[in-house]
């Protein structure tokens, strides 16, 4: 089976400070896809990154930035210099590969709140 | 906007009826799936269809059925309501089925409230 678990359930901090949002997650398979999903306050799910299990490149866009370590099954996302328009929940989630099928199985999100 | 087209927004009913989500998926996206979002299960998959066969099911409810039609659109069926599936259902759409095709675009999501 597999799982996600996002320890932290709320993060608080002021506008300008980095801040990182842990993700770890338990699967068997060897081949999986990770992913990150930003939910703001008007509740849609926004994409924001993929990795398969293959790939251990760390990854920078713009702000964010994410660091995947295969051997902590961690997959850990960094907000850096963040602005108010970050607050929102963020959700890892985790694919196993399976030929033909697909589902994502989330982590309970964490919700982040950046204050002016 | 992800291009994922879920009707209506928000739905109130009453215990014991029944209710039908409507989801478009992007234009060329093939799969579709469907998840549920509620306070104390979180965000769980309850079924995957892909050009109109079913290929994965999550912990969907036998009161619940979901189909694609030939023009890819897919309708989440909810019968028999009961309080606790009050939830906000979200629609995925993807072009593939699995892996390299798999990243799934999320629409706004069906506010659902059964009183």
């Known amino acids: 089976a597999q799982k996600v678990t996002q320890a932290q359930t709320e993060i608080s901090v002021v506008e300008k400070e980095d801040v990182t949002l842990d993700c770890v997650y338990e699967?068997?398979?060897?081949?999986?896809?990770l992913f990150w999903y930003k939910q703001p306050p008007s509740g849609e799910l926004v994409f924001l990154i993929r990795r398969n299990s293959f790939d251990e490149q760390n990854e920078i866009s713009g702000r964010y930035s994410w660091n995947f370590q295969k051997s902590t099954s961690s997959f850990n996302f960094t907000i850096t210099a963040s602005q108010v328009v970050d607050s929102a929940v963020y959700f890892c989630?985790?694919?196993?590969?399976?030929?033909?099928?697909?589902?994502?199985?989330f982590g309970q999100g964490t919700r982040l709140t950046i204050n002016p | 906007d992800s291009g994922v087209t879920q009707t209506p927004k928000h739905l109130i009913t009453a215990t014991g009826q029944r209710v039908t989500l409507r989801c478009s998926p992007r234009s060329g996206d093939l799969s579709v799936y469907w998840y549920q979002q509620s306070l104390d299960q979180g965000l769980q998959f309850l079924i995957h269809y892909y050009n109109g066969e079913e290929r994965a099911k999550g912990n969907i409810l036998e009161r619940f059925s979901a189909q694609q039609f030939p023009d890819l659109h897919s309708e989440l069926n909810l019968s028999s309501l009961e309080l606790g599936d009050s939830a906000l259902y979200f629609c995925?759409?993807?072009?593939?089925?699995?892996?390299?095709?798999?990243?799934?675009?999320f629409g706004a999501g069906t506010r659902l409230s059964v009183l």
């Open positions: 989630a985790l694919s196993p590969y399976a030929q033909g099928a697909q589902k994502l199985v």
């Open positions: 995925a759409s993807s072009v593939g089925p699995s892996g390299a095709w798999g990243i799934q675009y």
């Open positions: 699967t068997r398979d060897t081949t999986y896809y």
